[in-house]
């Protein structure tokens, strides 16, 4: 049986507290994330780099899950459209390769019949 991978929610104020003594410390990122008992360092260049993008306010978002509105962008009319005649291509493909495999199948139980 696999075992499931999970997955710690880390608070900003933790976040931040790693990230500050990182700095104050002159701490690699493999070392914070020993320090700290962070299994992966990369959890911590994630932190780093969010850091210096939004700040310490940048720390408290909730990032899962992608999409911040926690839905899909609609598509337009003709986004629809177009994907729909691209269904409708490649299904149409998709039955002519099946026609054609099945022609070559055909021919090649035929050429061993005749051997």
């Not at 500050?20 to 992966?40: L, N, T």
């Amino acid at each position: 049986m696999e075992e499931k991978k999970t997955y710690r929610k880390y608070s900003g104020a933790f976040k931040q507290e790693v990230l500050e003594s990182m700095h104050k410390e002159h701490m690699s990122q493999r070392e914070a994330a020993k320090r700290y008992g962070i299994k992966c360092s990369s959890v911590v260049r994630k932190w780093e780099k969010i850091y210096e993008k939004e700040g310490y306010e940048g720390l408290y978002k909730d990032r899962r899950g992608g999409n911040p509105e926690g839905r899909r962008r609609q598509l337009t009319e003709k986004e629809k459209e177009d994907l729909e005649k691209r269904v409708e291509w490649l299904e149409m493909e998709n039955a002519y390769l099946k026609k054609l495999q099945a022609l070559v199948q055909e021919r090649q139980k035929r050429t061993k019949k005749s051997e």
